[in-house]
């Protein structure tokens, strides 16, 4: 489901975090390729690699160039402060300046990234490429705890479609496809960052995507406190 959600443009990327098999950018490609055969529905979608993190993006060419990239998320340093800014950080825009017109444009399968890319750049990059109005910005290569009780605000946003049997809940048709959390802390600070404001933001990004699939958007806050949050 969700790499149809990518395909037809509603996320822009996703990330594959359920399934390791042994040669990943191997096994996703040809995937990716068997999809494009079936369907042309999926000749806009590519694959963004790092092969020495495990990590494999599908992303959505065309929802890439004229939505993401011209609507950056607010990035949160995840120092005591937790200190939040509108501009990404000097050496992920190095990147995404870099992103040669091969990767943006051609029909290709599958791009990597440089190996060498630290958490510092990929957990922003990813919060980048799935769509999150906030993301997350590690202070060093090093850290490996994060806003450990620390009060969140979490957010979902699912996908809402008629079921074919009225006797289902509702539940059973809903498929969530966007999680992220924000500080409470950010959200006391920056208004633009608070609850209010994420939902309705997340309804006015998300709706008329789904609705031009016949779908409809459904979106969700609640607050949590976790001994750390893994990124």
Same mark, same amino acid.
């Given at each position: ?11 822009? @990327? ?20 068997? !999809? ?12 963004? %690699?790092?092969?020495? /993190? ?13 939505? %993401?990239?011209?609507?950056?998320? #607010? ?6 402060? !937790? ?13 995404? !300046?870099?992103? #040669? ?56 946003? @699912? ?38 404001? !994420?939902?309705?933001?997340?309804? /006015? ?12 958007? #459904?979106?969700? /806050?609640? %607050? ?8």
């Amino acid at each position: 489901m969700d790499i149809c959600l990518v395909a037809v443009g509603v996320r822009s @990327a996703y990330l594959i975090d359920a399934l390791a098999p042994p040669d990943p950018v191997s096994v996703f490609s040809s995937l990716l390729k068997s !999809l494009r055969l079936k369907s042309k529905v999926f000749g806009d979608t590519f694959l963004l %690699t790092v092969p020495e /993190h495990m990590q494999i993006f599908f992303v959505q060419r065309t929802a890439l160039l004229e939505h %993401t990239l011209l609507n950056f998320p #607010s990035f949160v340093r995840l120092d005591k402060d !937790l200190t939040v800014t509108s501009r990404e950080p000097d050496s992920l825009r190095n990147i995404l !300046l870099d992103w #040669s017109y091969e990767i943006l444009w051609s029909g290709g399968l599958s791009y990597p990234l440089p190996d060498s890319l630290t958490q510092e750049l990929l957990v922003p990059l990813a919060g980048i490429l799935l769509d999150y109005p906030v993301a997350y910005v590690p202070i060093s290569a090093q850290q490996n705890i994060f806003l450990p009780g620390e009060p969140l605000d979490v957010y979902e946003v @699912a996908f809402n479609s008629p079921s074919a049997d009225s006797s289902l809940s509702l539940g059973a048709s809903e498929f969530v496809f966007i999680k992220f959390s924000c500080p409470r802390r950010v959200a006391d600070k920056d208004s633009t960052l608070s609850p209010a404001c !994420l939902l309705m933001l997340l309804e /006015h990004k998300f709706g008329p995507r789904l609705e031009n699939i016949g779908a409809s958007v #459904s979106v969700r /806050h609640y %607050t949590e406190t976790l001994d750390r949050v893994a990124l």
